[in-house]
């Protein structure tokens, strides 16, 4: 009864979890959420830089800072306060002018037919931003253009100015009919879509000025003063803490630096606590207060606001994504010294639906904690701060004076990694599930026979299509230099009364280390595509042949050994000599090598390739024609080239109406009859085919229904197996 109980729960719970995906995937799918994320990924390189840079000038050591001054002087200081300034200090406007364009780069590959100039976008956004919020004194607008003060307000007007721009730009009335006949097309975007950015400028300007008159000009002053209103009556540590400590998180979610927004309540309500808790330390009596500016520092905010130390931990625990795992070992370094940005907008948790429950809960539950076990009083109260720099463990026991508060800083970090857990489960499922969606279409264009404009299947695809495209040519010349992902699988070709194996269909395989097995034409395409595809089939060519050198010994000289080769393989001049150097070195004569060629061979048949297979036909080795049928560009291999072996098309193999497949199966056998060619059926997976294909004359099969593709080890085995079952049976 228990286990039927626990396997449904277990169900409810992954239904729970699917449906969550589902929806999270869903709403990060929208233009918006995407442009912020792209924004905020956009702006990463500046981060990375303020974030080493911000932890360095305030290392939490003095002898460190000593070390630094005595070998440098105050110039590494200077350099540090440099690089915050040109990365930091500029962030809002370089995430402001990124979603400008993301938004419109989006919005072009749904709708392609109103392009909208992605340039221009973010030049509108950029000029909006300015137009409204830009300050007369020099030191307000450094405070707009900064990450930590201006990122909110940019966000905002961002939002509204680039969806305003967007939907005026793709409406006829807002556009001038300009024909793009004989105009530079930059030219053209930028001038049809005229009318509506100089609209929604103007409509800001207006808002200005409404803002002046109204007093509101300064939002940030007005909304400070509100918010230290909602702080300013009576109530417990606790709650005033968590109200703290949960819209700190809120406003990091959207995009604003929550302690810097809430620096008027730290200042009314924390610092002041802290303080008399100094003092009463100082005099022997007991501190007064329990939640204070270092206690929450301690205790909530391990790794930075969000206490994103912990997500770092649970990415590093459970993560499956190589791109995000390698983000968080170089963010774990500045997150040590509560420096939390790379992960922030590295991931991103900005604007991020999959990680916003966890983000404000794993703070609150931790000052709920530490705040139980203060009162129990399992651990001291604060009674000392430290640099808001200082690291986990070392911040704990300096600011209670206690091992205790060092301990339930260890028990915060378990219990928020334990929170974050599941979302980075979540966020694996959701970014697995667009993978998948992505590579479904790659494998698609793959075996297609459409080009980009620069000649490429894959790497011209637009979208996220492309992105994971380019992603994965990285990989693959990573797998390429590192001989660890790449292997080879052999299904067995049939033939003759006892069905004997007369030979073996070499197939590659890329297992990646991330998304495991890729389609075979998915990276057949992208190794085209990157210009490494010379590479990867001779790398294929030398593996095939080592296998059938290792089999030589117990399954004999009478297995061929199948392998497949790209068209661009036969633009190589050298590749007759590399076939026959891959024999020569692994001890095989030229008879037990069978190369296939595909159609598109036979549409581009130019000299070098007829030349080059004429060579290696005369030197003995087989030539096959792959997915044969009755087409023009079928028969055309019959004429213009060398072959031994026609392997028939599997749309053949399955049934059609009237039989006309059966007409052209019988048509097939009788000309590869006549003209001396050996036919093999591919794609055969039921008795009922076999019998089929049998009866129209058929001697050589290939397909599900003998075996599946198979490792060198069981391969052996399955053709040994297959020969004593032969041998048995006569």
Not at 58 to 69: A, E, H, W
Not at 211 to 234: P, R, T
Not at 672 to 698: D, H, I, N, P, W
Request: charged share 15%.
């Amino acid at each position: 009864m228990g286990n039927g109980q626990d396997r449904n729960r277990r169900r409810w719970l992954s239904g729970v979890f699917n449906q969550m995906a589902e929806m999270a995937s869903t709403l990060g799918e929208q233009p918006f959420f995407l442009a912020i994320q792209r924004s905020l990924t956009l702006v990463l390189p500046l981060v990375m830089v303020g974030s080493v840079a911000l932890m360095v000038r305030d290392f939490p050591s003095c002898s460190v800072q000593t070390g630094l001054n005595g070998l440098f002087g105050v110039h590494w200081r200077t350099l540090c306060d440099n690089l915050i300034r040109g990365s930091f200090g500029i962030a809002s406007l370089a995430v402001l002018c990124s979603f400008g364009y993301s938004l419109a780069a989006l919005n072009n590959q749904r709708f392609p037919a109103r392009h909208v100039s992605a340039g221009m976008s973010a030049t509108i956004v950029l000029s909006c931003f300015f137009i409204i919020t830009a300050p007369s004194d020099a030191v307000s607008l450094q405070d707009l253009m900064s990450l930590d003060r201006g990122l909110l307000g940019a966000l905002l007007v961002a939002t509204v100015s680039g969806q305003m721009f967007m939907w005026m730009a793709r409406s006829p009335v807002f556009r001038l009919p300009l024909s793009a006949a004989g105009q530079d097309p930059v030219v053209h975007d930028v001038l049809t879509a005229m009318p509506a950015g100089m609209i929604v400028m103007f409509l800001f300007g207006l808002a200005r000025v409404g803002l002046d008159v109204s007093g509101a000009a300064n939002l940030n002053a007005v909304a400070q003063g509100v918010l230290v209103g909602l702080f300013q009556g009576d109530g417990d540590g606790l709650t005033q803490g968590l109200a703290y400590t949960g819209l700190s998180q809120v406003f990091w979610f959207f995009g604003a630096h929550g302690p810097v927004i809430l620096y008027p309540v730290e200042q009314f309500l924390l610092v002041p606590a802290a303080l008399d808790n100094m003092g009463a330390a100082a005099q022997g009596l007991v501190p007064p207060f329990v939640v204070t500016k270092p206690f929450l520092d301690a205790f909530a905010r391990i790794g930075g606001s969000g206490s994103t130390l912990c997500l770092i931990a649970a990415v590093l625990i459970r993560g499956r994504d190589g791109g995000t795992r390698k983000l968080c070992l170089f963010a774990l370094a500045p997150a040590l010294c509560n420096v939390n940005e790379p992960i922030l907008f590295g991931i991103p948790l900005v604007f991020n639906p999959i990680y916003a429950v966890a983000f404000l809960a794993a703070p609150l539950v931790q000052t709920l904690c530490a705040y139980a076990a203060t009162v129990l009083d399992l651990v001291p109260r604060t009674i000392a701060a430290t640099p808001w720099t200082a690291p986990p463990f070392l911040s704990g026991y300096v600011t209670t004076g206690s091992m205790a508060g060092v301990a339930m800083q260890a028990f915060n970090l378990v219990l928020g990694t334990l929170v974050y857990l599941p979302f980075v489960a979540l966020a694996d499922r959701v970014h697995e599930r667009g993978y998948r969606e992505a590579l479904g279409l790659l494998a698609r264009t793959a075996c297609g026979g459409d080009m980009g404009l620069r000649g490429c299947k894959c790497l011209d695809r637009p979208g996220t299509e492309g992105r994971l495209a380019k992603a994965l040519a990285e990989d693959l010349l990573d797998a390429l230099d590192k001989d660890s992902q790449l292997f080879l699988e052999y299904q067995p070709q049939l033939g003759g009364e006892g069905l004997r194996v007369v030979g073996v269909e070499a197939l590659l395989r890329w297992r990646h280390p991330v998304h495991g097995l890729i389609p075979p034409p998915v990276t057949v395409a992208l190794a085209e595509d990157a210009g490494v595809i010379d590479r990867l089939g001779l790398w294929v060519l030398k593996e095939a042949c080592a296998q059938r050198s290792a089999w030589s010994v117990q399954a004999g000289e009478g297995i061929v050994m199948s392998v497949n080769m790209s068209p661009r393989q036969f633009q190589d001049a050298q590749l007759a000599q590399k076939v026959e150097s891959a024999l020569a070195a692994n001890g095989l004569g030229p008879g037990v090598l069978e190369l296939e060629i595909t159609e598109s061979v036979a549409l581009l048949p130019d000299a070098r390739t007829l030349a080059t297979l004429r060579r290696l036909r005369e030197s003995g080795v087989r030539v096959a024609i792959d997915d044969f049928g009755m087409g023009h560009a079928s028969l055309r291999y019959l004429r213009e080239f060398p072959v031994d072996v026609i392997k028939l098309d599997r749309s053949l193999t399955m049934d059609s109406p009237n039989g006309l497949n059966g007409h052209i199966i019988a048509s097939i056998v009788n000309l590869s009859a006549k003209m001396g060619y050996t036919l093999v059926v591919e794609g055969v997976e039921s008795q009922e085919q076999y019998q089929r294909f049998r009866a129209m004359g058929c001697t050589m099969f290939q397909g599900f229904y003998f075996s599946r593709p198979l490792s060198g080890e069981k391969c052996l085995e399955f053709i040994l197996a297959q020969d004593k079952a032969t041998a048995h049976t006569a």
